[in-house]
């Protein structure tokens, strides 16, 4: 019987926590009963929700499973790096269950939500104003809003928003809106969605939208012409801005050649290269590495420390894990039949995997880097909570694939 | 036709996140040493400050470097400075203190994978094959000169003394007050010159010729030396334009006679003595302690009148002072150069071995039939020709002089290099060396062979 727990994903899982926990708690001197205190908290988070989606049939076990391992690894990087960080992100996750709740039930139970394209978009565009007016700078960008202490980003909600929108325009009846064709109106709101991105500099999210956008268009869009036509805007409007905006300009060349400029432009990514440098293919270990050498080693940098502590290979497996967790969701999209739930669910599902490869991809120098998180692992609450809806809604829609297939 | 779509999109992910794997591998592959040890990694040195670096110390245990409170101590200032280098965090670590440094940092070595627990507070030490007091000896014996000197036992490959002059202080204090002054000299004090210093090998080269002349069977020929000879349109003199007249093959090289050689290397022509070269070690490199430079021979091919001049180690010849001693130590050790080492062991603090150097053959140049011949014509030099000052009662010493031309011919009178190698005792070699001293425009005859005698005497006599 003890065995079969450990074979199964949940006893891995539980073992691992254990494992990493117990590990950051004896490494440091003297020992800080917070970290298994965190520990703790996160297994019991793990194994109750994982129980509850398999015991009340709530559809799909294992994208939960995979989205727990991932907070696992992020949460022992936190509390390795500064466990107040640990800490907070656990009070996050908490919360982020509580949203995943209530939006899968939300989900699940209630239907209209194909027929609110204006109030989503009216919706990104308040936060967008907000944001612009009363937001304030961090790192660069202006996308923080500050309220009672706490900061939060309100682009981690519009990037839902912006799904959900084209998901209803893309499989609803649409009126006409100027005597547009159908596919260029909606070419025309998403391109406001990326136009106010530009205001805030966040270069990241707009890769990201530009990605999405193309993806989805190309999907339900049958007239290829126009699909072509959107790919040479999104290429016609990156190459004019990389050839006039200093700050893309600056990026892009420090992408090509970090190592001429390393005390300032390169500054970042070639602390990322060292980090992952002295990793190796196994790691240092962990508690054993520097990543406190990494700038926003917790957020957009975590993968670098989490290579240079677990290794090339723990990093190879953070991007298998987050595979399985597409391949499982492009699995529940093809259960959907057509309409706007399909469309959602795979609007949410490559918004997770091209996050994933624009952030990765940024830190090994893959590509230039642009700031954005890491889905599950980077901390902070927005991106945390933005996260557990849109699995929410995955969850619920596998539910609903489930009752369909029956 | 949705679901297609949808498939060939997820096709599309796999192939982005295969490429992110792909990427990260190809780093750590190929890019990894580079990246960290770019001089802006804090971690090179954040590494070290927890770490109290290891011990560095002579054959017999005589301690020649070590920690203490952060600082790199040198007992015997710049005696060792071309040979265990520096350790400063400005200018970055040199020589033994580069090529060893995981190891006089506790990583590294034979307990690597077992060492999990992270208890690297302390580093290893290394013990050298450098004999302290021959280096003493031989540092003192080279005075203020211009000039290096190599000892190596032929039979192992271990370096016993590697002297180059000017030196310098190699502690971190000196280093600052004085680095400006010490790249911008003119005498280059930072050139390790035993092992990096290029310089035209005169007549030492002869063993190469010889070697090439005993296999083409060119050894019981006959000379008749006037003194001059020319070839093409060149005229070439012996050393003093003495004229020795008839002489046999051993005769010619005792006295080092240009008349023979460059007559020997017309008739072997540039392609045979390139060969021959190579054999021994020119145009090639190995791994070895510290960093050395590559020997050269003639890039191109070219007359009788070159041939002639490269026969007699002029021309576009360079070898350092390493690459003559190990020439050497081809004749001296049956054929067989043995690969030349530094550093034979390290051990941890509980004196357990972490790193063991055993001696392996590098190189063999020629058989040890030849060899035999060759070894006789540098008894012969000794005992009777140009290398007398070398010779030792009661020991049997084998060498080659050299006077070698060089930049400043026409120019400057008198800046020849000098050089001497040679090893004894013959018929059981323990010690093979290398005396070189630049510019110095005596004859290594007359000034090269006494130190070379005195430092296989200083050897030998222990």
């Known amino acids: ?406 | 036709m949705v679901n297609k779509k949808i498939i060939k999109v997820l096709m599309f992910i796999v192939f982005l996140f295969v490429l992110l794997i792909g990427h990260l591998t190809y780093f750590i592959v190929f890019k990894k040493d580079e990246v960290s040890q770019n001089s802006h990694n804090k971690r090179l040195w954040a590494y070290e400050e927890d770490i109290v670096r290891g011990e560095i110390a002579d054959r017999n245990g005589i301690v020649l470097a070590f920690s203490k409170e952060g600082e790199r101590i040198y007992n015997y200032n710049s005696l060792y400075c071309h040979v265990i280098g520096y350790n400063s965090k400005i200018y970055g670590k040199t020589n033994i203190e580069s090529k060893f440094n995981s190891l006089l940092l506790g990583r590294g070595g034979l307990t690597e994978v077992f060492n999990l627990s992270g208890d690297g507070k302390v580093g290893y030490d290394l013990t050298l094959t450098i004999d302290h007091r021959l280096q003493h000896y031989a540092y003192g014996r080279l005075g203020n000169a211009n000039g290096s000197i190599v000892a190596i036992n032929p039979q192992t490959g271990e370096v016993l003394a590697l002297v180059s002059k000017p030196d310098f202080d190699p502690s971190n204090a000196v280093l600052i007050k004085k680095w400006t002054e010490l790249t911008e000299n003119s005498n280059s004090p930072l050139l390790a010159r035993a092992t990096s210093g290029l310089y035209p090998p005169g007549s030492t080269f002869k063993i190469i010729t010889s070697a090439a002349a005993i296999e083409k069977g060119m050894d019981n020929d006959m000379y008749s030396d006037t003194g001059s000879v020319i070839i093409g349109n060149t005229a070439f003199y012996n050393y003093g334009k003495k004229a020795n007249g008839e002489i046999d093959f051993k005769k010619a090289f005792a006295l080092s006679s240009n008349f023979a050689f460059c007559s020997m290397g017309a008739a072997l022509t540039s392609p045979t003595l390139r060969d021959m070269a190579q054999r021994f070690g020119f145009d090639k490199t190995f791994d070895f302690d510290i960093d050395f430079s590559k020997s050269a021979f003639a890039a191109k091919d070219t007359d009788e009148a070159g041939s002639a001049a490269l026969a007699i180690g002029q021309g576009e010849t360079l070898a350092t002072p390493l690459q003559m001693a190990l020439t050497a130590c081809a004749v001296a050790n049956d054929g067989v150069i043995m690969k030349p080492y530094i550093v034979q062991k390290a051990t941890n603090k509980n004196g357990n071995l972490v790193y063991e150097k055993k001696p392996q053959q590098l190189y063999k140049p020629i058989t040890s039939e030849v060899s035999e011949k060759i070894k006789d014509l540098m008894v012969e030099t000794v005992k009777t020709g140009t290398g007398k000052n070398a010779g030792i009662r009661n020991i049997s010493v084998a060498g080659k002089t050299g006077t070698a031309e060089n930049e400043l011919l026409g120019k400057e009178n008198n800046k020849e290099h000098a050089w001497f190698v040679g090893f004894a005792p013959a018929d059981d070699s323990q010690i093979v060396v290398a005396v070189m001293l630049e510019y110095s425009g005596g004859s290594g005859g007359e000034l090269c062979a006494p130190i070379a005698r005195d430092i296989i005497n200083t050897y030998l006599k222990k």
């Open chain 1, 1 to 406: 019987m003890k065995a079969t727990l450990v074979k199964k994903p949940i006893g891995m899982l539980v073992l691992i926590n254990l494992l990493a926990f117990l590990l950051l708690f004896f490494y440091r001197k003297p020992h800080n009963l917070q970290i298994l205190y965190v520990g703790g908290s996160i297994m019991v988070l793990n194994v109750i929700t994982y129980s509850v989606i398999v015991f009340l049939k709530l559809g799909d076990e294992y994208l939960f499973l995979i989205a727990s391992m991932l907070i696992t690894v992020g949460v022992v990087m936190l509390c390795r790096l500064n466990y107040t960080l640990g800490i907070a992100q656990v009070g996050w996750y908490l919360a982020s269950l509580g949203v995943f709740y209530v939006t899968y039930i939300a989900y699940r139970y209630i239907n209209f939500w194909s027929n609110l394209k204006w109030l989503y978009f009216a919706l990104s565009v308040a936060l967008y104003i907000l944001t612009l007016t009363v937001g304030v700078t961090i790192n660069g960008a202006k996308n923080w809003i500050v309220v009672g202490g706490h900061s939060f980003q309100p682009v981690e909600v519009i990037k839902v928003l912006f799904i959900f929108f084209l998901a209803a325009r893309l499989t609803g009846n649409n009126k006409k809106i100027l005597n547009l064709p159908e596919n260029y109106a909606t070419a025309f709101f998403a391109f406001i969605f990326i136009a106010f991105l530009l205001f805030q500099r966040e270069w990241g999210i707009m890769l990201l939208f530009f990605f999405c956008y193309i993806t989805l268009i190309y999907i339900y869009d049958s007239n290829k012409l126009f699909v072509a036509l959107n790919v040479l805007v999104c290429t016609v409007v990156g190459v004019a801005g990389a050839l006039t905006m200093h700050h893309i300009a600056v990026r892009i060349h420090t992408w090509k050649n970090p190592w001429s400029d390393i005390s300032n432009t390169g500054y970042q990514i070639t602390q990322s290269l060292f980090a992952i440098a002295a990793g190796g293919f196994f790691g240092t270990g962990i508690g054993m590495g520097r990543p406190d050498f990494i700038p926003e080693a917790h957020s957009d940098f975590i993968f670098s420390a989490i290579c240079e502590e677990m290794g090339v290979f723990g990093g190879v497996a953070v991007i298998l894990l987050y595979l399985i967790f597409i391949y499982r969701g492009i699995k529940i999209v093809l259960t959907l039949p057509k309409g706007f739930d399909k469309c959602a669910a795979l609007g949410i599902t490559i918004m997770f995997a091209f996050q994933t490869f624009i952030i990765i991809g940024g830190v090994i120098k893959l590509i230039p880097l642009t700031g954005i998180t890491l889905p599950f692992i980077s901390s902070g609450g927005s991106s945390l909570v933005s996260s557990f809806i849109s699995l929410g809604v995955l969850q619920a829609m596998s539910a609903r694939g489930n009752e369909h297939g029956k």
